[in-house]
């Protein structure tokens, strides 16, 4: 992307100067008191307010407020196009942020580069959505939407910290099925080709803890065998053969997508955490290192693609326990799986073309706007799975191109250019949503609460 506006007209932007406001904000998730949270809040009820939007806040968990903002179209029959983002970020890590000087929370313009905490993940969605309506508003010279579905916007938090008290408990309300939705837009990743990366489904999310309890023990100084530990780093070795052919498939998957887009094919399976051992005297490091310890503990961060059935990840756990050479001794450790996290299902969109809300989207994007749509499947969590629980369309969609993933990293940014190619993309992109016709994909959903 050629850049050929200094970083003094960027400054002086309106739309970057509310990011750049945005960012400022410390809505970092788990910070509390949520002072935060609430300052966002009222920042975002600002702009829709200049906007003539009609705002609501929902706050299912106290102090964790939703945003909820309508754009009324003209025919009340139709359901919604709902435009999701979260306003919470990950914390930084402040001396690592070299380009801000040391504050992840005072942003800044270098080099057509708006820099801080929060610019891809996923503030600046935020900000774009907002600003493209502002967009719209303007060329009509109108703040009276022409389109016939309403436009609602949501603003919640604790997503990064897996949004059982953002989205999770909003999906729950009375405030959320008034939305009465037809389909979702939410966050996608910023990518580092020229198409705009856009996620149909996501990985299943498995936190679990593999116990092996109940070995033998006796004295450091002998050949014990088939003990707990062992029995553990078996599993674990069994468990890492699996990844590295995973990761061999994830290799030779080519180019077609950014590295994150790509690993949303293959299965990844990382060790956590990892814990054995019999407490001792502090001499010899807190451990009784001379007796076999009975039980033996490893964490796992499992993330399942929707093309592995859940049953067969099942299988294979199972499998990874057995040791052939042990297979009829009585004093095997058993094993214990705790799942901390177990999404029960995959929950994809459909990104064909007798989908209404991909072709439209698509449409807009690749054929209005001229650049490329890449569809993958989104290698973390979002809240786009509690959404898609409830039998909705959602893409998840952040048109950032030509960038780096810098999504929980340091010194995060966004282009200022690309910044604004995104307001104009979903200016376009809300235009053709808003006015799509009633369709057999938007009146069978009742968008009920669900347990997902
Ligand atoms: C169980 S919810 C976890 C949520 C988190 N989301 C992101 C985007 O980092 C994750 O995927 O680890
Ligand atoms: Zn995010
Ligand atoms: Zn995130």
New binding site residues.
């Given amino acids: 992307m050629s850049v050929t506006t200094s970083d003094a007209d960027f400054q002086a932007d309106p739309r970057i100067a509310n990011l750049a406001a945005f960012l400022a904000i410390r809505t970092v998730s788990g910070e509390g008191p949520a002072g935060s949270y609430a300052e966002a809040v009222a920042f975002l009820s600002g702009i829709c307010a200049e906007l003539g939007l009609t705002t609501s806040v929902s706050e299912p968990v106290a102090n964790k407020p939703i945003l909820i903002a309508r754009w009324p179209g003209t025919d009340p029959n139709l359901r919604a196009i709902l435009l999701n983002s979260h306003y919470d970020v990950v914390p930084a890590f402040p001396e690592k942020w070299t380009e801000t000087g040391g504050d992840p929370f005072r942003p800044l313009i270098k080099e057509g580069r708006l820099y801080g905490r929060g610019a891809q993940d996923m503030k600046s969605v935020c900000i774009q959505y907002l600003e493209a309506i502002r967009a719209i508003q303007r060329a009509r010279k109108s703040q009276v939407s022409p389109f016939p579905r309403d436009v609602v916007l949501t603003f919640v938090p604790d997503?990064?910290v897996?949004?059982a008290e953002g989205m999770g408990a909003f999906m729950q309300t009375p405030d959320f099925r008034a939305l009465r939705l037809a389909m979702a837009l939410d966050e996608g990743l910023a990518s580092e080709t020229n198409s705009f990366d856009v996620f149909y489904g996501e990985r299943a999310?498995w936190?679990l803890t593999v116990r092996a309890r109940d070995g033998p023990t006796g004295h450091g100084s002998r050949f014990v065998n088939n003990t707990a530990t062992e029995r553990l780093i078996n599993f674990i070795n069994n468990a890492f053969a699996f990844r590295a052919q995973q990761e061999e498939k994830f290799h030779a998957g080519g180019c077609k997508h950014s590295v994150a887009a790509a690993l949303g094919d293959v299965l990844t399976l990382n060790l956590t955490m990892l814990k054995s051992g019999v407490p001792g005297p502090a001499p010899m490091g807190g451990y009784a290192l001379n007796v076999i310890p009975m039980e033996a503990e490893a964490g796992f961060d499992v993330r399942i693609p929707p093309a592995i059935p859940m049953a067969e990840v099942e299988a294979l756990l199972q499998r990874w326990t057995e040791m052939e050479r042990y297979a009829e001794r009585a004093d095997s450790p058993t094993f214990e799986f705790n799942f901390h996290?177990k999404t029960p299902e995959h929950y994809v969109s459909q990104a064909s073309e007798d989908n209404v809300w991909w072709r439209t989207l698509r449409q807009s994007v690749e054929v209005d706007h001229g650049v490329p749509l890449a569809p993958a499947v989104f290698p973390?969590?979002?809240d786009g799975r509690y959404l898609r629980s409830l039998g909705l369309d959602v893409f998840g969609f952040s048109p950032i191109r030509n960038t780096p993933v810098r999504l929980?990293d340091h010194n995060e940014f966004v282009f200022c250019q690309g910044f604004l190619e995104g307001v104009a993309c979903y200016e376009g992109v809300i235009a053709a949503l808003a006015p799509v016709p009633a369709n057999e994909r938007d009146t069978h959903q009742d968008n009920a609460p669900s347990t997902a």
Avoid: D, L
Wanted: no cysteine; aromatic share 10%; net charge negative.
């Fill in positions: 997503e990064e897996g949004g999310v936190w996290v973390a969590a979002t929980h």
